[in-house]
């Protein structure tokens, strides 16, 4: 394979970072889904590895005949609490990613705009953050 004669990068590479440098001006009600999306999720995920790993109670097991060794230890499954807890957590993720993804602002892009918007929307906490 021939590489080209000039040395700027591919026509893709050229418009991912087009979008990735662009800043958008998103609408604060946008922002504020987004950062209690990512706050919710971070707390669901947080939440579900302290819990058991069954939410029936069951039994330990231990299996080495496929590619790897599964084990698990007895699950004494998770409370009514637990489960209400986890049950509420995954409805308000449900509700944010619906707001996030349906917003009005949306409509104002198009097509890779759009898409680049998006990704931007996703990293906007990291750009309020700085540097630790």
């Known amino acids: 394979m021939t590489r080209p004669l000039h040395n700027s990068p591919p026509k893709i590479e050229q418009a991912y970072h087009r979008g990735v440098a662009a800043t958008y001006d998103f609408p604060s009600d946008l922002l504020a889904g987004q950062e209690e ?7 669901l995920s947080a939440l579900l590895k302290r819990l058991p790993w069954s939410v ?4 330990g097991f231990s299996d080495d005949h496929g590619w790897r060794k599964v084990e698990r230890p007895a699950s004494p499954g998770w ?11 995954r409805q308000r993720e449900h ?4 707001f ?14 759009r898409v ?10 990291e750009d309020t953050e700085g540097p630790a």
């Not at 680049?116 to 906490?125: G, P, Q």
């Open 100 to 113: 996030v993804s349906t917003h009005r602002h949306w409509a104002e892009l198009t097509g890779a705009d």
């Open 79 to 89: 409370t009514a609490d637990e489960q209400a807890e986890v049950e509420k957590l």
């Open 37 to 43: 999306l990512q706050q919710v999720r971070a707390e």
């Open 56 to 59: 029936e109670p069951l039994d």
């Open 116 to 125: 680049h918007a998006r990704s931007r929307l996703k990293h906007t906490h």
């Open 95 to 98: 509700e944010l990613a619906v």
